[in-house]
């Protein structure tokens, strides 16, 4: 299990967390209490958002190393495309904790690089 979420969590390529979390031997883990952490981290990845889920309960997870807190902004971006056809700046700023546009709009360029969204900046 150790691997599954790091693999999930801190691979830059690696954003078929859904697939992962969902296949039935990541779901037969759920009975063992030791591993829950584990599975939190890699649901949070497959379901989760920065904004809506890590950081009001920071407490309920190890904390993110600096990959792990792009990748799940990334993915927060995502997210929020998927919901809005048309992403604010100001929002997306605040929701991601991130202090300047270009930090920003770097991080968009790289789910544009990634082919996780098609977007105009």
């Known amino acids: 299990m150790?691997?599954?979420?790091r693999h999930c969590s801190?691979?830059?390529k690696n954003f078929h967390?859904?697939?992962?979390?969902?296949?039935?031997?990541?779901q037969e883990l759920t009975k063992k209490p030791d591993?829950?952490?584990?599975?939190?981290?890699?649901?949070l990845f497959a379901y989760g958002?920065?904004?809506?889920?890590?950081?009001?309960?920071?407490?309920?997870?190890r904390e993110l190393l600096p990959a792990e807190l792009v990748k799940l902004k990334q993915l927060t971006i995502v997210s929020l495309a998927a919901e809005n056809k048309?992403?604010?700046?100001?929002q997306l700023l605040?929701?991601?904790?991130?202090?300047?546009?270009r930090e920003l709009e770097d991080m968009i360029i790289?789910?544009?690089?990634?082919?996780?969204?098609?977007?105009?900046?």
Do not use: W
């Open 110 to 121: 790289g789910c544009m690089y990634s082919d996780l969204l098609v977007a105009k900046l």
């Open 2 to 5: 150790h691997f599954t979420h």
């Open 94 to 101: 605040s929701d991601l904790d991130i202090e300047n546009v």
């Open 86 to 90: 048309t992403l604010q700046y100001g």
């Open 35 to 43: 591993l829950a952490p584990a599975l939190d981290l890699l649901k």
């Open 10 to 12: 801190q691979r830059s």
């Open 49 to 61: 958002t920065y904004h809506r889920d890590y950081k009001p309960s920071k407490d309920k997870f």
């Open 17 to 26: 967390v859904r697939r992962i979390a969902s296949a039935p031997n990541i």
